[in-house]
């Protein structure tokens, strides 16, 4: 994409510059609400950790379509929000929703947080919901927000606990690999002792992780869920003969018959909702 090369990216984030403003980003700028649904039930736990004041100007990393950016503003009603991404189509959407939604004190700015030029101590909050976990160097990204959070200011983010504890990334992992070894995947931020670590060496301090375990939305019915599911992961699947294809859906659409609920579609979810102050 033409954007690609307008926007100043840290080497180490090139990967992520073409998937979040490629495939990646047009998916989810497509699926938006359906990825807000899905992780709607930590908003009051992860907004209540935030304390975003009236008057607060609070940056949000990795903000995608902009909800939590525009939560945050309807919160700091005398402050702003700025949200950041690597999307561009993300970020069109949330400009475009911010307006329809009324919301005036919200900006959006397609930069990568790991290098970009923040005001110094420019910001009273820091968030990010599962958008910090994707940095090529993440000390040096959390270094860079560091110096943009005011002396006193706080830092608070959402990540995922590890793959094996979050029952729905194993289970649809393990079935679009469709006999296949599951590959292991290291997850940024899904160690406690190693996020205080690096948070402390950044420049926070008073670091702390708490376990949150949510029910994770899927969609209103078997149809439904599959259709999303597959849509995100069913290019695992391209590989393979039909008949391996067409059993994996069909054990994906039993296991999702197994948590339909009168809600939807739901499975388990493990998160940390990780918080830190500024000295």
């Known amino acids: 994409m033409s954007e690609s090369t307008a926007v100043r990216v840290d080497p180490s984030n090139e990967r992520m510059l073409k998937a979040w403003n490629g495939a990646e980003g047009t998916l989810w700028a497509k699926r ?16 209540s ?34 949200g950041v991404d690597l999307s561009g189509e993300m970020l069109g959407l949330a400009r475009r929703l911010a307006e329809e939604e009324r919301v005036p004190n919200v900006s959006f700015e397609q930069v990568d947080a790991q290098v970009q030029a923040f005001t110094d101590a420019g910001f009273d909050v820091v968030i990010s919901r599962h958008g910090s976990m994707f940095f ?38 393990t079935i679009f690999a469709a006999g296949r070894e599951v590959p292991s995947v290291n997850l940024a931020l899904s160690d406690p002792a190693e996020t205080e670590g690096l948070l402390t060496s950044a420049g926070y301090t008073d670091v702390r992780c708490t376990a949150v375990n949510k029910p994770m ?6 149809d439904d869920a599959a259709g999303f599911v597959i849509e995100q992961h069913g290019g695992r699947l391209s590989d393979l003969d039909e008949a391996t ?15 339909q609920t009168g809600r939807g579609v739901f499975y388990g979810s493990a998160a940390w909702l990780v918080e830190a102050r500024r000295p």
């Open 49 to 82: 950790a935030a304390g975003v004041q009236a008057t607060d100007r609070v940056l949000d990393v990795g903000c995608g379509a902009g909800q939590t950016t525009r939560d945050a503003a309807r919160l700091a009603v005398e402050g702003s929000a700025l």
């Open 136 to 173: 090529g160097t993440p000390l040096a990204a959390f270094v860079n927000l560091a110096r943009a959070t005011r002396p006193g200011g706080r830092l608070v983010l959402l990540t995922w606990q590890p793959f094996r504890l979050n029952e729905w990334i194993t289970t649809f992992r």
């Open 245 to 259: 294809r067409d059993k994996a859906i069909a054990t994906l659409r039993a296991d999702l018959a197994e948590h």
């Open 32 to 47: 938006a609400q359906r990825f807000d649904d899905g992780v709607a039930a930590y908003r009051d736990t992860f907004f």
């Open 217 to 222: 939305y899927f969609g209103q019915d078997v």
